[in-house]
Protein backbone atom coordinates (compact mmCIF):
# COMPACT_ATOMS: atom_id res chain seq x y z
CA UNK A 1 0.00 0.00 0.00
CA UNK A 2 0.81 3.71 -0.43
CA UNK A 3 -0.11 6.86 1.63
CA UNK A 4 -1.59 9.16 -0.98
CA UNK A 5 1.08 11.75 0.13
CA UNK A 6 3.46 10.23 -1.91
CA UNK A 7 1.47 11.43 -4.88
CA UNK A 8 0.45 15.14 -3.95
CA UNK A 9 1.84 17.40 -6.38
CA UNK A 10 3.91 20.26 -5.48
CA UNK A 11 1.65 22.97 -6.66
CA UNK A 12 3.82 25.98 -6.88
CA UNK A 13 6.49 23.89 -9.03
CA UNK A 14 4.05 22.87 -11.17
CA UNK A 15 2.87 26.51 -12.54
CA UNK A 16 5.97 28.22 -11.93
CA UNK A 17 8.29 24.95 -13.43
CA UNK A 18 11.64 23.25 -12.32
CA UNK A 19 14.70 23.84 -14.02
CA UNK A 20 16.26 20.41 -16.14
CA UNK A 21 19.28 20.67 -17.24
CA UNK A 22 19.09 19.82 -20.34
CA UNK A 23 23.34 19.35 -22.19
CA UNK A 24 26.19 21.66 -22.65
CA UNK A 25 25.32 23.56 -19.64
CA UNK A 26 21.52 24.38 -20.42
CA UNK A 27 19.20 24.65 -18.10
CA UNK A 28 15.52 24.77 -18.56
CA UNK A 29 12.90 26.06 -16.25
CA UNK A 30 9.59 23.54 -17.77
CA UNK A 31 6.26 23.73 -15.84
CA UNK A 32 4.00 21.38 -16.13
CA UNK A 33 1.46 19.93 -18.53
CA UNK A 34 -1.33 20.21 -15.42
CA UNK A 35 -0.19 23.50 -14.72
CA UNK A 36 -3.73 25.84 -15.04
CA UNK A 37 -2.30 28.20 -17.24
CA UNK A 38 -1.40 25.05 -19.53
CA UNK A 39 -4.45 23.66 -19.34
CA UNK A 40 -6.69 27.13 -19.89
CA UNK A 41 -4.24 28.28 -22.98
CA UNK A 42 -4.37 24.45 -24.95
CA UNK A 43 -8.29 24.81 -24.08
CA UNK A 44 -8.46 28.27 -25.72
CA UNK A 45 -6.00 27.64 -28.85
CA UNK A 46 -7.86 24.32 -29.07
CA UNK A 47 -11.32 25.78 -29.70
CA UNK A 48 -9.38 28.61 -31.78
CA UNK A 49 -7.46 26.10 -34.29
CA UNK A 50 -10.43 23.48 -33.73
CA UNK A 51 -9.97 22.27 -37.66
CA UNK A 52 -5.60 22.55 -37.09
CA UNK A 53 -6.02 20.38 -33.96
CA UNK A 54 -8.66 17.85 -35.16
CA UNK A 55 -6.18 17.20 -38.30
CA UNK A 56 -3.43 16.57 -35.60
CA UNK A 57 -5.05 14.02 -33.71
CA UNK A 58 -6.77 12.22 -36.62
CA UNK A 59 -8.88 8.98 -35.98
CA UNK A 60 -5.88 7.26 -34.82
CA UNK A 61 -5.64 9.86 -31.45
CA UNK A 62 -1.70 10.35 -32.24
CA UNK A 63 -1.60 12.65 -29.20
CA UNK A 64 2.09 13.34 -30.35
CA UNK A 65 0.74 15.35 -33.57
CA UNK A 66 -1.39 17.25 -31.22
CA UNK A 67 1.31 18.27 -28.87
CA UNK A 68 3.10 19.03 -32.10
CA UNK A 69 0.38 21.74 -32.98
CA UNK A 70 0.10 23.01 -29.27
CA UNK A 71 3.85 24.36 -29.73
CA UNK A 72 2.95 27.40 -29.55
CA UNK A 73 1.09 27.27 -26.39
CA UNK A 74 4.18 25.12 -24.60
CA UNK A 75 6.50 28.24 -25.71
CA UNK A 76 3.97 30.52 -23.87
CA UNK A 77 3.26 28.38 -20.79
CA UNK A 78 5.82 25.29 -20.52
CA UNK A 79 8.87 26.65 -21.72
CA UNK A 80 9.56 29.40 -19.06
CA UNK A 81 12.61 30.26 -19.30
CA UNK A 82 16.53 28.97 -19.78
CA UNK A 83 19.99 29.49 -18.70
CA UNK A 84 23.24 29.47 -21.13
CA UNK A 85 21.90 28.96 -24.79
CA UNK A 86 23.87 31.75 -26.83
CA UNK A 87 24.13 32.70 -30.34
CA UNK A 88 26.64 31.88 -33.05
CA UNK A 89 28.10 35.22 -31.72
CA UNK A 90 29.08 33.88 -28.66
CA UNK A 91 26.42 36.82 -27.20
CA UNK A 92 23.26 35.17 -24.73
CA UNK A 93 19.92 34.46 -26.28
CA UNK A 94 17.08 35.77 -23.80
CA UNK A 95 14.54 33.68 -22.71
CA UNK A 96 11.14 35.21 -24.20
CA UNK A 97 8.04 32.99 -25.33
CA UNK A 98 9.09 34.46 -28.98
CA UNK A 99 12.47 32.61 -28.95
CA UNK A 100 10.82 29.85 -27.26
CA UNK A 101 8.63 28.81 -30.43
CA UNK A 102 11.25 29.72 -32.88
CA UNK A 103 13.38 26.89 -31.17
CA UNK A 104 10.39 24.44 -30.32
CA UNK A 105 9.45 24.54 -34.13
CA UNK A 106 12.75 24.35 -35.63
CA UNK A 107 13.27 21.02 -37.15
CA UNK A 108 16.73 20.52 -36.38
CA UNK A 109 16.06 21.09 -32.32
CA UNK A 110 13.19 18.26 -32.85
CA UNK A 111 15.39 16.67 -29.44
CA UNK A 112 14.62 19.88 -27.60
CA UNK A 113 10.78 19.77 -28.41
CA UNK A 114 11.36 15.96 -27.39
CA UNK A 115 12.87 16.79 -23.83
CA UNK A 116 10.77 19.86 -23.22
CA UNK A 117 7.59 17.88 -23.99
CA UNK A 118 8.75 14.77 -21.66
CA UNK A 119 9.99 16.83 -19.00
CA UNK A 120 6.50 18.43 -18.93
CA UNK A 121 4.71 15.50 -19.11
CA UNK A 122 6.98 13.67 -15.98
CA UNK A 123 4.52 13.77 -13.52
CA UNK A 124 6.54 11.90 -10.68
CA UNK A 125 9.36 15.31 -11.05
CA UNK A 126 6.42 17.37 -9.67
CA UNK A 127 5.38 15.44 -6.89
CA UNK A 128 6.02 17.12 -3.61
CA UNK A 129 8.15 14.08 -1.88
CA UNK A 130 10.29 13.53 -4.70
CA UNK A 131 11.11 17.32 -4.60
CA UNK A 132 11.80 17.45 -1.20
CA UNK A 133 14.06 14.37 -1.16
CA UNK A 134 16.00 16.57 -3.81
CA UNK A 135 16.04 19.00 -1.84
CA UNK A 136 17.56 16.92 0.87
CA UNK A 137 20.63 15.70 -1.28
Known amino acids: MAKMSKFRLDIET ?48 NYRALFDELRPVFAKTILLGWEGI ?7 IPYSPENALEFLTDPELVHLWDFVLSSAQNVAAYRRSVLEAVRKN
Open 14 to 61: VERGRWVDWRDGVRMLIASVDSPAYVRAAREYSRENREACAAALGEDQ
Open 86 to 92: EGEDGNP
